[in-house]
């Protein structure tokens, strides 16, 4: 009778500064009935990693949890893997940021736990071949990835680990089974032994398992199933009780067993994450190909900065960040690495990119460090901060950092309060998703489901609420503010909010050029009876706590037409913000005005905008409609307005706006 090693091991993590009561929630469900049921079973030997954030707020705040898990490390019980202490996709991150959050987090387990981790978990599964030198030096042996990785690649033995190496330098790779993770919890206790068992085919094999904390209790209908129905008691007095499966650390396993052999393996993560990364078009038609084609590879993880702009634009951030760090004070470095947290750059089943409190977190992050690094005064810098080949002028002053890119229409694409560490401009498109399919065409579920069992979220059947097909409205110009429309026909609250007005002019999403601190498109306007170059100049001006533009628009084009300029700011709860003492609700309309005054309930400022002469003001708040663990989700991001206007281009237009913080 051939036995087979189970290697089983979780992955417990939350955002950095995650609110509260999320926490708190995933511990009661989660976390403390895990280990109390663990510590019932210390023959059962397991994995554990825990991102460095939330295994210090359980110290702090979740003592007997926290008493719990040393207690089963003392008994011999858990295996202590490492990561980044912050939870970063370590590929994304400088060598040396890397380097830091690995050692803090072995640094950490060492004082509290008492062992010096050899493995490591690869946040995400994101793997690169670059990453080995760095694991090494950080005296890590061995690391988890999927089998997604190896069988796309073209190995087929599963029920070991891999060598691989790069650059002269050696690290073991175990390739976590998928079956396993969509059987554990979720099937019958023995089918879920018989899926372990179907590895024992060879002499010394192990089943790999090591996957989210978060699916024992935490999932939808898992708390249930797996404490109140006693799953996994039954599951672990199952495997300590059958005579084919030991339990094992993974230490130990490649201590007594050797290596199915050399691998390389290219830029991957896991195969829900390759499809997630694609851009919906190419998405779908992966969805459809996968069946047919194993080897068929979807996009890597990085591709989440060319699906999402906004993403890209924060991680490039990021690293501009990091090269200055050797000036950083011990709290600047700190946030360079809490700002390097994985959750908030990609999007897949879970809120992540679409949910606001985290991009809100990272933006307090980066400004904490800009607030730190700057000098008394105004500062100006040139750059190309998101690396997309266009000019980005960066200005500094005592109390904001203000960003103006030229690629799309010379807009304001960051707006950060040093005051609050609050960016005002952290705004997103509304843009289209593969699973909005799943909204716009609902289709009845014929898949058949075992009795007795729980559904992974990537199963289970969504409730479809029809009104969230009315939010299904996607952009074609990026959501900044100080955007320039033309349009022939009057601009209203109705054909703003659903991107139906005619645009004539080209400005609002084409590159301009910086002079001299002034940005210049010579563009066009379309009309039926034709072309009509146009010029637009914009010119911002930058004081204590104020930013002022002028526009000047002339043009061939000599008869009436309509302009609105295009605000999009994000408030922390925009439905609270009020807009002239009033709130947005289902949308705000002002006539004959040229000031408002928009009040802030979450950083209890103020800001003034005013123009030049009368406008009408629209404004209402703009959601997006994204996936979570619960189904879809209708999230308030900003509040979208313009301040509209007629003219006669004979005249041409001089235009100018001034935004104060006060």
């Not at 123009?611 to 209402?620: L, S, W």
Request: proline fraction near 3%.
């Amino acid at each position: 009778m051939k036995k087979v090693s189970l290697l089983f091991g979780i992955h417990m993590h939350q955002p950095v500064d995650n609110f509260d009561k999320a926490v708190e929630k995933a511990v009661k469900l989660s976390y403390a009935p895990f280990f109390a049921t663990m510590k019932k079973y210390p023959d059962f030997k397991f994995s554990l990693h825990c991102s460095g954030w939330l295994l210090e707020k359980i110290r702090l705040e979740y003592p007997e949890l926290f008493q719990n898990m040393q207690y089963l490390t003392n008994t011999g019980s858990i295996e202590w893997l490492s990561g980044g202490y912050y939870e970063p996709v370590l590929s994304a991150i400088p060598s040396k940021d890397r380097r830091a959050q690995i050692k803090k987090l072995s640094r950490y387990i060492q004082k509290y736990f008492g062992q010096t981790p050899h493995g490591l978990w690869l946040a995400e599964r994101v793997w690169e071949s670059s990453l080995v030198g760095d694991l090494q030096a950080c005296k890590i042996e061995y690391a988890m990835v999927d089998d997604y990785h190896f069988l796309s690649n073209g190995y087929d033995e599963m029920n070991g680990y891999y060598t691989t190496e790069d650059n002269a330098k050696e690290l073991k790779l175990f390739p976590i089974a998928k079956s396993l993770r969509y059987a554990l919890p979720f099937s019958q206790v023995e089918d879920s032994i018989t899926s372990i068992v179907k590895y024992s085919h060879e002499d010394n094999a192990s089943a790999i398992f090591f996957d989210d904390a978060e699916k024992f209790g935490l999932w939808p209908q898992t708390n249930k199933w797996v404490y109140k129905e006693k799953w996994l008691e039954k599951f672990v007095q199952a495997v300590l009780d059958h005579k084919q499966i030991s339990t094992q650390h993974y230490s130990n396993y490649v201590a007594t067993s050797k290596s199915l052999g050399l691998a390389y393996l290219d830029n991957c993560s896991y195969f829900e994450m390759a499809q997630w990364s694609l851009p919906p078009k190419e998405a779908e038609t992966f969805e459809k190909l996968r069946e047919h084609h194993p080897l068929l590879k979807g996009g890597i993880w990085k591709n989440f900065f060319i699906k999402y702009h906004e993403s890209n634009y924060l991680h490039k951030r990021m690293l501009s960040l990091s090269l200055k760090q050797k000036s950083f004070s011990k709290d600047a470095l700190e946030a360079l690495y809490k700002l390097q947290t994985n959750d908030t750059f990609w999007h897949g089943v879970f809120g992540g990119f679409y949910l606001p409190s985290l991009r809100d977190n990272a933006y307090k992050y980066l400004l904490t460090i800009e607030k730190q690094q700057h000098k008394k005064g105004l500062e100006f810098t040139v750059l190309d901060i998101n690396k997309d080949g266009f000019d980005d002028l960066k200005v500094l002053t005592d109390d904001y950092s203000a960003i103006i890119s030229t690629k799309n229409g010379a807009q304001l694409i960051e707006f950060g309060s040093l005051d609050t560490l609050f960016n005002w401009q952290n705004t997103i498109m509304r843009r289209k998703e593969l699973y909005h399919k799943k909204i716009l065409h609902p289709q009845v579920q014929n898949q058949e489901i075992k009795s007795n069992t729980v559904q992974t979220i990537h199963e289970r059947t969504l409730h479809i609420n029809n009104s969230l097909r009315a939010e299904l409205i996607y952009d074609w110009h990026e959501k900044n503010s100080f955007i320039e429309h033309f349009s022939l026909e009057p601009f209203t609250l109705e054909n703003f909010k659903t991107l139906t007005f005619r645009e004539i002019g080209d400005f609002a999403n084409k590159s301009f050029t910086l002079k001299n601190k002034k940005f210049i498109r010579k563009g066009n306007l379309y009309l039926n009876a034709g072309v009509y170059p146009s010029k637009l100049k914009k010119q911002y001006s930058f004081l204590k706590n104020k930013i002022v533009l002028q526009n000047k628009f002339k043009s061939a084009y000599t008869k009436k037409i309509y302009f609105a300029e295009e605000f999009n700011l994000h408030f922390a709860h925009p439905k609270k913000v009020t807009l002239n003492e009033k709130y947005v609700q289902d949308g705000f309309c002002e006539l004959n005005c040229n000031t408002l005054r928009i009040a802030d309930d979450f950083t209890h400022k103020s800001m003034i905008i005013k123009t030049n002469q009368k406008c009408t003001i629209y404004a209402f708040v703009l959601h997006t409609v994204s996936q979570s663990e619960q189904g879809f989700e209708k999230i308030a991001q900003q509040i979208s307005f313009i301040f509209t206007t007629s003219f006669s281009v004979k005249l041409a237009l001089e235009f100018s706006i001034e935004v104060i913080d006060v």
